[in-house]
């Protein structure tokens, strides 16, 4: 097993392995297209590298106001003048493109890339600067700044922007705490192993390989044979300290939401929404995990305090307390699919969402017609195999989990075919499966380490 690995943070850029989203009220996520020449790109390129925020801890009281993160799409590489060759040296559905996977991932009916909206998906995205900021204030100045750069420039054009706003008490809109299960990496949060890493047999956890989301740092296949090949990490100089970045936006119907989860209580064990709705999700709205508190919410309970994501579900093989299709139990299994965690480890993923648009307020069922939901980001370093992995196999199929093709209910199914099934005696079943979760969106992106964007900006990435 490999030694304990020193990351170069000074290399790799910040919000990848460090949630900003906790520190920063406000993000903007702006997608660029490049109209000029790549020679023309890259000197504004070059100023903009010149701001990125790293992931080299800040010193104690020395938070930035904002931070600057950059990613670029397989056609931004291209029009910053990267070579035929070195493009196709990054793996294959990152060139390709997330709407060009939208069969593969469920993006059907209403979330067709054909209604997607403008900007998105349409081969007009290039690069992807995201601004966290502090306060309001400082989050209109850097974008005012972001602006001035661009027309300075000229040649660029802003051709989607997401304004997100983090929600009271780090929640989603559906009213769930949500971000804080991420997977613990090695020599970055050995500290959260338990409950975020490996589940071993002898009930022990151990932190993931950093490569597993940072590229050119030993993964789970070379941390035990180094002579594995190390994944689709692009050519030298760009595989660096890299990562591949999932940027989708999801709306939310969340008056649909409630009013299914409303009429369907009236059926069940005495009208008990509250639960109704944890056992959707796998967790009670403050977080509180359902395996470990199955009969109804502790009055507090913080996910980020030592041991409170440290779970497993073998005490729970029939889905008794949490059920098999819940969304925290199909999207890390933890050790539930057996042998030892074998099948689960490798679809890990950092995520990073965002939510958007004003909460629905409380008990209304209504559907308001405002815009919102969540700006889903995960980072990983293969995008096929960890954030695919999840969300087809997964999310979208319930053959692993004995599930037939019941798909996760708190997504939904475009089909309107599914059920979830919630064990008990007599078991429950929800059905049919609403969409409450639309694709609005999105790319497939690449970040690259500090070394790697400083050759993007001189022309000598090749
Ligand atoms: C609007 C759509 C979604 C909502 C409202 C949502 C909501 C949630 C909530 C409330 C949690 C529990 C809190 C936490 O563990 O941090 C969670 C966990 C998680 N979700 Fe989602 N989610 C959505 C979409 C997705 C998608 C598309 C994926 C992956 C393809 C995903 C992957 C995960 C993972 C990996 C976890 C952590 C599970 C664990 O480690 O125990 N989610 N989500």
């Not at 090949?229 to 100089?237: D, E, F, H, Y």
């Not at 409170?308 to 949490?322: A, L, Q, V």
Request: charged content about 25%; proline content about 7%; hydrophobic content about 35%.
């Amino acid at each position: 097993m490999a030694a304990s690995v020193r990351m170069d943070l000074g290399d790799i850029q910040g919000d990848i392995l460090r949630a900003y989203g906790n520190d920063y009220d406000c993000t903007t996520y702006a997608f660029m297209k490049i109209e000029c020449p790549p020679e023309q790109a890259r000197a504004w390129f070059t100023g903009v590298v010149d701001h990125v925020t790293t992931a080299a801890p800040w010193p104690p009281g020395e938070k930035p106001l904002t931070t600057l993160n950059v990613s670029v799409t397989a056609r931004g590489l291209r029009a910053l003048g990267v070579s035929e060759e070195v493009v196709g040296s990054f793996s294959r559905e990152f060139r390709d493109g997330m709407s060009s996977r939208s069969a593969l991932l469920g993006d059907v009916g209403p979330s067709d890339p054909k209604s997607w909206e403008p900007g998105l998906g349409s081969g007009d995205a290039h690069i992807l600067l995201t601004i966290n900021a502090q306060r309001t204030s400082d989050h209109e100045r850097a974008l005012g700044k972001m602006k001035a750069a661009m027309d300075a420039a000229g040649g660029l054009r802003i051709v989607y922007q997401a304004d997100t706003e983090l929600l009271p008490g780090s929640r989603e809109h559906f009213g769930y705490a949500d971000g804080f299960a991420q997977p613990a990496i090695e020599g970055t949060s050995d500290d959260k192993a338990r409950g975020g890493g490996v589940p071993l047999k002898d009930g022990e956890w151990r932190a993931l390989a950093p490569g597993e989301f940072i590229l050119g740092y030993p993964d789970e296949d070379t941390r035990v044979d180094p002579k594995k090949r190390l994944p689709n990490a692009p050519a030298a100089p760009l595989g660096r300290s890299g990562t591949y970045m999932v940027w989708r936006k999801l709306y939310q119907d969340v008056a649909l939401w409630r009013r299914v989860m409303r009429d369907a209580a009236k059926l069940y064990e005495g009208g008990d929404e509250h639960t109704l709705s944890a056992k959707v999700v796998g967790r009670w709205t403050n977080g509180a995990p359902l395996v470990k508190y199955p009969d109804k919410a502790p009055a507090s309970f913080d996910p980020q305090t030592p041991g409170g994501n440290d779970f497993r579900y073998d005490k729970d093989k029939d889905g008794m307390r949490c059920p098999l299709g819940a969304h925290i139990r199909r999207s890390n299994p933890r050790d539930a699919l057996g042998f030892e965690g074998h099948l689960s480890f490798r679809h890990r993923m950092i995520r990073r969402g965002m939510p958007y648009g004003k909460v629905l307020p409380e008990g209304v069922t209504a559907d308001d017609g405002e815009d919102r939901g969540l700006v889903f980001v995960s980072f990983q370093a293969s995008i096929s195999r960890q954030f695919e992995g999840v969300q087809v196999q997964w999310l979208n199929a319930g053959n692993i989990f004995g599930l037939g093709h019941d798909k996760d209910f708190l997504l939904g199914d475009p089909h309107g075919t599914g059920k979830m099934t919630i064990p008990g005696k007599p078991p429950f079943f929800l059905s049919p499966q609403e969409v409450f979760v639309r694709t609005r969106g999105g790319e497939y992106l690449f970040v690259p380490g500090m070394t790697a964007l400083a050759a993007l900006a001189d022309g000598t990435a090749g």
